[in-house]
């Protein structure tokens, strides 16, 4: 019997999860209708996607919810479960069911006459999940208003309402809209988030820093040498973040951004030779090594590139990490790397066919070969 792939959508949303949000509003209105509520849900849900199934369970909450917005926002906030531990600095997303009600908020309570009620009530919601997603929608209808409140709230106590004025603002936000604002704008709110003492909120500003790389360069090599010259942030908080918002501009090999990082785009170093495993199976792994000379002491960004065939035939890139090293004049040194190719990826399918692999250093390809991945 094959054995069944894990699902996100079924992991995230499912009877238990949808019964646990029913729990809380229960618990808050006695009256609430709790087993029509997840059964209306449940009828609906198991062949929908995970958006989908967020936007269907705020749509079924407006079904149960009061019909005044405010009477309903007051009923949501009163149901929440308690804000995350504000002990801890990263990785505590919260739960994604608390994302439809987001969704809900976002839709029923964006005019005009309902912003106070619903801005704060997002400010609540992102202490127990992330409203990125739905902080959005209010950039959009109400963007100087909305800005102004991102402002006070770049100043909370709150590290996951931090956060969001900087993961809101991204230009390029993994799954979202895109906002009516210039890129430059949330600069100042960066300036004030950049020097965060949690990792959870410097993580977004690099990644916000990385959607600018990808517009505007010289904004984003900018901003962080000015950082770097401000000097509040702790110098090896500052490094790491420096390093993860230039990734992009790094694979590019951009000057600019390898210069910020302290390399050289003409690293005097040389690839004396590349082996690469010649026939590897999907499900399988890829085995190489190669052989670097430097004829002067220097820091050296070694990366690789695999260009994957794809189901039309064509290559697409994908650059992957290899070492972060430093070498002397003179000195010989042999990486290695085992790259697993796994037959069951969620995030992209390997076909068989003629791959090319190449190393690159500091931006630079030094040596290139290939292989064939087949069944």
Known sequence: MAEKRFSL???????ETVGRLADWLAVADPGFDRD???GSIMTAMPDLELKQRITLIADVLGEHLPSDFEAAATLI???LPPPLD???????FGEFIIAPL?????????GEEHYEISIGLIEQLTMRFSMESYIRPFLLAHPERTMAVLAKWAGSDNYHVRRLVSEGTRPRLPWASRIPIEIDRPIPLLDQLHADPTRYVTRSVANHINDIAK????????TLGRWQRAGEQAPRELSWMTRHALRTLVKQGDPDAMSLLGYSTDPEVEAV?????????IGDVLEFEVELVATRDEPLLVDYVIDFVKKNGQTRPKVFKLKQIEMRAGETRTLAKRHRLPASATTFTLYPGIHRLSVMV?????ASGQFELTN
């Open 9 to 15: 959508k079924d992991h995230l949303f499912n009877r």
């Open 36 to 38: 029509g509520f997840v």
């Open 77 to 79: 906030e009163t149901a």
């Open 86 to 92: 504000p002990t801890l600095t990263d990785d505590d």
């Open 102 to 110: 987001g969704d809900y908020v976002a839709r029923r309570g964006l």
């Open 215 to 222: 517009i505007d360069s010289t904004l984003a090599v900018e």
């Open 273 to 281: 030779s590349l082996e690469i495993e010649p026939e590897v199976e």
């Open 362 to 366: 500091n931006g630079t390809v030094m």
